[in-house]
């Protein structure tokens, strides 16, 4: 049996994903399309930078996600270990920062979509997927996923090839959404 070779392209594409991650929300602050929490501080430099770094941003993750969903949902042959592995990765991470970080730190900054809303209906929302802030996307991809995973289960039983869903975001408010298959 030959021994599989690790392709580290994915893995560095991954790094550079995560350093341009955590460098375009620690400089959001400044960048003139980011109206949250607006300042009166005026950086050119870094808001040009968080523009360059929005243009390619979630499109790289979500390339990067789908090239791993694409690969786990062909090595895998059982939706119960699949789905283990993916609450495991995403969903855990999701409702642990979200729940016991982000959720609390919004309410102690009185953000005002916080505001006059119980803790019960701030805490359901999240767990739904609503006003989950920055961690939208581990919520979105588990769903992605684990669709994904039954629908290709399902072409692959019909020999009709191989379906992978691809989200292309041009910005915050809009996005693409189109299948690609593989045959």
Known sequence: MMK???DYRISNLRVFAILTVVLGHSIILYSSSWHLMPTHVSV????????????????????????CCYSSIIKSKNY??????????????????GLLWMLPIKLALNIPAYQNVSLVKIYLDYFLGFNNGHLWFLYAL???FV????????????????FMPCIHFSNANSFKYSLYFHI
Do not use: A, C, H
Not at 44 to 59: A, G, H, R, S, V
Not at 81 to 89: G, T, V
């Open 4 to 6: 599989q070779v690790k």
């Open 44 to 67: 050119p430099l870094l808001d040009t930078l968080k523009n360059i770094i929005n243009t390619y941003q979630m499109e790289l993750y979500f390339f990067i996600s789908g090239w």
């Open 80 to 97: 119960q270990s699949f789905l283990q592995s993916k609450i495991k990765r995403l969903i855990i991470p999701y409702l642990l920062f």
């Open 142 to 144: 588990f769903l992605i």
């Open 147 to 162: 669709i994904s995973w039954i629908i290709n289960r399902m072409f692959i039983k019909l020999k009709w090839g191989v």
